[in-house]
Each structure stands twice: as C-alpha cells, then as structure tokens.
C-alpha cells in the first residue's frame, strides 16, 4: 500500500499567487515525521520544512508552512507568495518506525511550475 | 562548510563492472542512507546505516552492498551492476535518527548509467 500520496503530479501557478501541494500519509505508528524537499532542475534535494506527530502547531518556514491535519492524515505544503524560483519537482515523505530501525518513505513527487 | 558530497557525479559503465560510489559527511552525523531516484517511483531507500558498523536493509537492497567503517564515510558498492541499477542516486545523513533532529541532508546526487 502507498503510504504517501502525492495526486498532484503537476501544478501550474501564477507568479505571486499562493499554491497548497497536496499529500496524504498511511502510518499505524503514533510516531513519525513529515518532511518536504524541494527538487529543482538541477537535481539536488534541498529540505525545506519538518512536522512530528506530536507537535501541537503547524510547522512553518519562511514562505513555506505545513497544514498539518492528523486525523486526516494530511500534511499539505503552502508556499505564499510564488517566485519563480520556486519552479521545481516537491516530494514529501515520512519517517516511521521506533528509532534504531527507522525509514524515510518517499511519494512520487508534484512538479509545480510558475508562471510570470 | 557543511556537506554531503558524493563521488563521482556522472558515471557509465558496463554490466558486470564492480563500482563503487563515495559518500561522506562532515556534519558528524550518526545516520547515513541511500537512495535511488527513478522517474515515476520518486526516492526509494536502498540502505541506511545508523552509527559505525551497524547498518540495515531499505526497501530496495537487492544488488547493493554498505558499509560503515567509519562515522564519515558511507559507500555504495555495486558488486555487478546490471542495467536496471542505471538510476539516480543519492546520499543522505541525519544528525541522529530520531525527533527533530533526524532531518535528511542530501548530497548532490550521482547519475548511474549501467550498458
């Protein structure tokens, strides 16, 4: 079974506009952690923001913020403010697992593309 | 400056041609891993290590062998590659493995072309 899920494979956004990536996560363990990175065309992963399973508040990072709905098992990445810098491939993933025999799981990606 | 870097960027090579691709880390972090990219199936892990000596299967070892002799240091080894092994490759390490402090950071990635 999936256990992230990424159904946006694209986005088209206009520069300046905010844009909300969507993804759901598939976990039975109280524990785990909920990350975004950044993937642009040059191919490096760059970390972008973190959420726990036990934090109390949205997670936030700049122009970046995580809606975190934990009964819904939704972790969506807000970006305000679109550049055009923010043209590139978003993944998320989940770190589950008690620690010692922990692994980062990986959705397929949403390539968001900014329009001038 | 901190870094993951890896080595080489770009290689391509015959079946069969043992390889072996470098990754090493000095942020002194405890937690190192593999991944490869490949177009429609996102990053899957293919070995993580968390701490010297101790190392353990992702979801897709088979092919691949780690090690970690030292804190620093993670490398790959293709013992025979074959052309399904042509992917993107990536190396990762975390501070510890556990809370906020298991944040990844990625090296610049390493494009395998297996003929």
């Known amino acids: 079974a999936q256990k992230i899920t990424q159904t946006q494979p694209g986005m088209f956004v206009q520069e300046k506009e905010a844009v909300t990536l969507d993804c759901t996560y598939d976990?039975?363990?109280?524990?785990?952690?909920l990350f975004w990175y950044k993937q642009p065309s040059s191919g490096e992963m760059i970390f972008l923001i973190y959420?726990?399973?036990?934090?109390?508040q949205n997670a936030t990072e700049g122009r970046y913020s995580l809606n975190f709905q934990k009964a819904r098992k939704s972790a969506n990445l807000v970006i305000s403010a679109s550049q055009l810098g923010d043209s590139a491939m978003y993944f998320c993933?989940?770190?589950?697992?008690?620690?010692?025999?922990?692994?980062?799981?990986f959705g397929q990606g949403t390539r968001l593309t900014i329009n001038p | 400056e901190a870094q993951v870097t890896q080595n080489p960027r770009y290689l391509i090579t015959v079946t069969g041609k043992k390889l072996t691709v470098t990754c090493s880390q000095n942020?002194?972090?405890?937690?190192m891993s593999w991944y490869r990219q490949d177009p429609g199936l996102g990053l899957r892990q293919i070995y993580y290590?968390?701490?010297?000596?101790?190392?353990d299967k992702g979801d897709v070892p088979e092919g691949y062998k780690v090690s970690r002799k030292e804190k620093r240091n993670f490398p790959l080894i293709l013992e025979s590659p074959s052309p399904n092994q042509t992917s993107l490759y990536f190396c990762?390490?975390?501070?510890?493995?556990?809370?906020?402090?298991?944040?990844?950071?990625f090296g610049p990635g390493t494009r395998l072309t297996v003929l």
């Open positions: 990762a390490s975390s501070l510890d493995a556990g809370g906020r402090t298991d944040t990844q950071y």
């Open positions: 976990t039975s363990d109280p524990s785990y952690g």
């Open positions: 959420q726990g399973s036990y934090d109390q």
């Open positions: 993933a989940m770190r589950e697992g008690i620690q010692g025999a922990q692994k980062l799981v």
């Open positions: 942020m002194n972090h405890e937690y």
């Open positions: 290590s968390m701490n010297v000596e101790v190392t």
